[in-house]
């Protein structure tokens, strides 16, 4: 997924001059998991910028920049580190359009490192995706496959309005898949349907797409399992979720983020919804828990894994 994204922004900054990126550590030293490496080394300083320590004014900054014809890629270099700049983000940056009735468009998208997996320290594994998604004039984003993290950035930064693009760190070199160099995009607000079933719906995103394929390979022998991966979480794709849940009668919904108020709860309500006659058992959550990601030795009891998953299956199969 590094050399992906990497493709991607080198390919866009080709193609077009008013493209560039910011933040800490970007540019000399290709950022910290080097997604923006060679950048600065292709395109020059003035367009892989090297930012201070401060994300409130690398938002404030892509902001202006957004508003005065160039589209900025701005990098929060840990999910954290995004709550330091949220008056810019949620005050500013998500209210241009509506601000100036439609005189100005903003595009930017907002890369951001999240996740677990890695045993990183606090503050940098964190999964804030539902802040964002309750924020009107975002659109979000999150990859689980190299394939998929070109296209949908391509997407992103062809958008004129903002986007937040989660970029799961657990899938940074976790996960190899054939990436085509030539020019193509995925539609925002579209969901893939990954793997066929008829029983159960499992649905999630980032790295827990690979915990739904895993637990639905370890069942297949009892259960049949659909697997649907968001890809967008903000438009969310209510009718590609609903046209599944109606055919197998079952519905999981999987993230690493805490589970009060995260996002499947609003999957869970939208399927209750659309599809409650439909249902053979209730919607079920498997996610965090509601507490401060753990430091890395407590890590692994925290995140959701195909084993919890084969036990929500279990559950909603016998109900």
């Not at 890369?111 to 979000?140: C, F, M, N, Q, W």
């Not at 967008?232 to 609903?242: C, F, H, M, R, Y």
């Not at 995260?262 to 659309?274: D, N, P, W």
């Amino acid at each position: 997924m590094v050399q992906s994204l990497n493709l991607a922004l080198k390919q866009e900054m080709k193609r077009d001059r008013t493209i560039l990126v910011l933040g800490e550590d970007v540019g000399k030293n290709g950022g910290v998991f080097r997604v923006t490496e060679g950048l600065q080394k292709s395109f020059g300083a003035l367009r892989a910028i090297d930012t201070p320590l401060a994300e409130s004014a690398i938002l404030g900054v892509a902001l202006g920049l957004a508003m005065n014809g160039l589209r900025p890629v701005a990098e929060i270099q840990f999910s954290g580190f995004l709550a330091s700049s949220f008056d810019q983000l949620i005050n500013h940056v998500t209210r241009v359009r509506w601000r100036t009735c439609g005189r100005f468009s903003c595009p930017l998208v907002i890369r951001v490192p999240y996740g677990g997996g890695i045993r990183a320290l606090e503050h940098h594994s964190d999964s804030v995706e539902a802040y964002v998604v309750h924020t009107p004039g975002l659109k979000v984003v999150v990859p689980s496959t190299p394939y998929d993290a070109k296209g949908l950035l391509l997407s992103a930064i062809r958008d004129p309005d903002p986007v937040v693009f989660f970029e799961p760190l657990k899938l940074y070199r976790s996960i190899k898949q054939e990436v085509p160099k030539k020019e193509y995009k995925i539609p925002l607000g579209k969901a893939s349907v990954i793997r066929e079933g008829t029983e159960v719906t499992l649905i999630a995103y980032g790295a827990m797409v690979h915990e739904c394929l895993k637990a639905a390979e370890a069942v297949q022998e009892k259960y049949t399992c659909e697997v649907i991966d968001l890809r967008t979480l903000k438009p969310l794709d209510t009718e590609a979720v609903s046209a599944s849940v109606k055919k197998t009668g079952r519905a999981i919904v999987v993230h690493e983020a805490q589970r009060n108020c995260g996002l499947g709860a609003e999957v869970a309500s939208q399927i209750m919804e659309h599809c409650f006659l439909h249902l053979q058992a209730p919607v079920v959550r498997v996610t965090g828990f509601d507490t401060i990601l753990p430091l890395p030795h407590l890590e692994k009891y925290f995140l959701p894994n195909a084993e919890k998953i084969v036990q929500a299956i279990e559950r909603v199969m016998r109900y």
